[in-house]
């Protein structure tokens, strides 16, 4: 079964930075396009961001300009950098892998990661 890791988040004071990473294992990586994922208290898990294999990008409207996202098919990895981050970003952020035509997600979740931002 696929597996997918994401790294730690952490509190960010709005305005500020962070990039997570996440790993997937028993997958061919490189074949698949990836997508973040986030679900904040009382709300739907969202797609944040995709990345398709030919390198092409979605961004949710919410997040266009401030988040990118990127891949490195050597080491299995999708990043999401995020910037200027908001209170409204704050969330648990997956990753996951996704169909291009509908957007939504193929694999079972890993266990997320959570980003709050406040000060």
């Known amino acids: 079964q696929v597996k997918f890791v994401e790294s730690r988040g952490g509190l960010v004071q709005p305005g500020g930075s962070l990039r997570l990473s996440c790993a997937a294992s028993?997958?061919?990586?490189?074949?698949?396009?990836m997508g973040w994922y986030r679900q904040a208290p009382g709300n739907q898990r969202e797609l944040v961001a995709a990345i398709s294999v030919d390198l092409s990008t979605n961004y949710a409207d919410s997040v266009k300009g401030r988040f990118t996202i990127s891949r490195d098919n050597a080491k299995k990895t999708v990043y999401l950098q995020m910037n200027s981050l908001k209170p409204e970003d704050t969330a648990v952020y997956y990753c996951?892998?996704?169909?291009?035509?509908?957007?939504?997600?193929?694999?079972?979740w890993g266990q997320g990661t959570l980003v709050t931002v406040s000060s």
């Open positions: 028993r997958i061919i990586f490189n074949i698949y396009n």
């Open positions: 996951n892998s996704v169909s291009w035509a509908t957007m939504t997600p193929l694999d079972a």
